[in-house]
């Protein structure tokens, strides 16, 4: 099942503009916006995911907003 299926991958930047800049202007990658985020289209026809997030805190971090915080658990 999974032999013929896409991966997908995205990260999280703080602010959108710069990131399409430097992706898109810097590095040169092919890039579109839709509805606030950024699309890259990377070598063999994959398209990666950047989305805003800002993130605060002392122990913020990508993994602690999605994954929980350690020692919290999931719910």
Not at 48 to 67: E, H, W
């Amino acid at each position: 099942m999974f032999a013929y299926t896409k991966a997908f991958s995205g990260f999280s930047v703080d602010d959108i503009a710069k990131a399409k800049e430097f992706y898109g202007g810097t590095l040169g990658i092919p890039v579109s916006e839709e509805k606030g985020m950024l699309f890259l289209q990377i070598a063999g026809d994959t398209t990666v995911l950047v989305y805003r997030m800002r993130i605060t805190g002392p122990r913020a971090s990508p993994f602690s907003i999605s994954c929980g915080r350690p020692g919290q658990g999931r719910q």
